[in-house]
């Protein structure tokens, strides 16, 4: 039986009273601040504790900040009092702040009246690639099928430092990146604007508690360490990537724009979406191997919409699930040589694709690095991004009369400055 809050919310709608996820909002011509989203609105975390219903608290500004960094340095317990009582504050059977008409206006926002910022203040980005499916895919297009995966991919979440400072928050508009590109027909590279422009449907995990320097998280205690999770799209420019990425990684093809959702979903939301992790073969080193390893139950979908059409349209649909390497997994190995982690870093799934044609998350995976184009229904074709082409990437858990949700990550394209 879903939960039940004195505000309406549609059975369809991401936010209710179960989710309550976290996010930094800018009301009109006032500062940004901490809110929680529920139904339509935005739940002012400032104003209400300025009205004392957080008194375990003891920095008494924690929530008027326009980063949530502070938050997350407290860890769990105090994550998990302040959602009991929001969800206590917000039930439909509580009077305190539903019959509180003063309090109740100066507390709640509708979401088309402000601002949604970035969530954190991000220090450092790391992004895996994390989805079996993906890279088989990928490495086969490179490599054929019989050597699709390198040697160390089943041993090890493999993954790259990407670039913090050009992470933004979702409706950020995407400028077409420059770079060098190899045509295989010309003998030397040539400078330009991508012709290859790709989105990567992906899921992230902020980090709340860091670590020392030299000081690994047990694969056990990783959870202890992650807030919660946003959607993210790793805009990549591939043909700039297949000319830079060897033997380092990518570099100028992925660090012009990283888009994330401005809600963050907290793990104690997601809770009930447990499931069991898909077995790995081989069996991880002993430092990898959770006592109950799992994964989440969210589904995923991509949306193309080109100046031609009316409404978008869906191009992938899969689920987190496909995922091989765990989040404990991947924050265990990133810090089991001593790296520390901090509040506010952001660690990334990689591309999320499935067995399935519709499940692949990226278009370099559903064109086939562009050989089969991608039949629209206003007619065009897609083998990669265009200018003026809109990509918005949702997600949500489906529970009994009730979904949590992210609400989505979206970002248009704009032409090369």
């Known amino acids: 039986m879903p939960l039940r809050s004195f505000i309406e919310i549609p059975a369809d709608s991401h936010f209710p009273l179960e989710n309550l996820p976290f996010g930094i909002f800018k009301p009109r011509n006032d500062a940004a601040r901490v809110g929680v989203g529920l139904g339509d609105y935005v739940v002012d ?74 969530p954190a203040k991000i220090w ?162 002993p430092y990898l191997r959770a006592k109950n390893d799992f994964t989440f139950d969210i589904q995923l979908e991509a949306k193309l919409q080109t100046g031609k059409m009316k409404s978008p349209h869906t191009i992938t649909r899969t689920n987190f699930q496909n995922l091989y390497w765990s989040v404990a997994q991947q924050l265990a190995h990133h810090t089991v040589g001593g790296c520390n982690l901090q509040p506010g870093d952001l660690l990334a799934s990689g591309t999320i694709s499935g067995e399935t044609e519709e499940s692949r998350g990226c278009m370099l995976e559903l064109t086939w690095r562009g050989a089969n184009a991608l039949k629209l229904p206003s007619g065009e074709e897609r083998k990669w991004l265009e200018d003026g082409d809109s990509l918005s990437i949702t997600g949500w858990c489906q529970g009994d009369g009730y979904r949590v949700g992210f609400d989505e990550v979206s970002g248009k394209i704009l032409p090369v400055a």
Not at 181 to 202: N, R
Not at 241 to 254: D, N, S, T, V
């Open 124 to 285: 450092n980005y790391t992004d895996f690639y994390s989805s079996y499916h993906h890279a088989h895919n990928v490495g086969t297009m490179l490599r054929g099928a019989e050597n699709a995966l390198m040697p160390n991919w089943k041993w090890l979440p493999v993954a790259y430092h990407g670039r913090a400072s050009s992470v933004v928050v979702s409706g950020t508009e995407v400028r077409r990146p420059k770079g060098q590109i190899k045509p295989p027909d010309v003998p030397t590279p040539v400078f330009g604007a991508t012709k290859s422009l790709d989105y990567e449907l992906e899921i992230a995990f902020l980090i709340g508690p860091g670590n020392s320097l030299g000081q690994p998280v047990p694969v056990d205690q990783a959870l202890d360490h992650i807030f919660g999770f946003v959607l993210m799209n790793d805009w990549s420019a591939r043909d700039i990537q297949a000319w830079e990425y060897q033997p380092l990684g990518p570099f100028l093809a992925k660090n012009f724009c990283t888009s994330i959702s401005p809600w963050v979903v907290t793990m104690a939301a997601l809770e009930p979406f447990r499931r069991p992790l898909l077995k790995q073969d081989p069996e991880p080193l």
């Open 45 to 118: 975390l400032c104003v209400l504790q300025e009205a004392g219903h957080f008194p375990d608290l003891q920095d008494r500004q924690i929530f008027a900040r326009d980063s949530l960094n502070e938050f997350l340095a407290l860890g769990r317990p105090a994550w998990k009092i302040v959602r009991e009582v929001l969800q206590n504050l917000l039930a439909a059977d509580t009077p305190t702040l539903r019959d509180d008409k003063k309090l109740r206006d100066r507390a709640f926002h509708r979401q088309s009246d402000i601002a949604m910022q970035l």
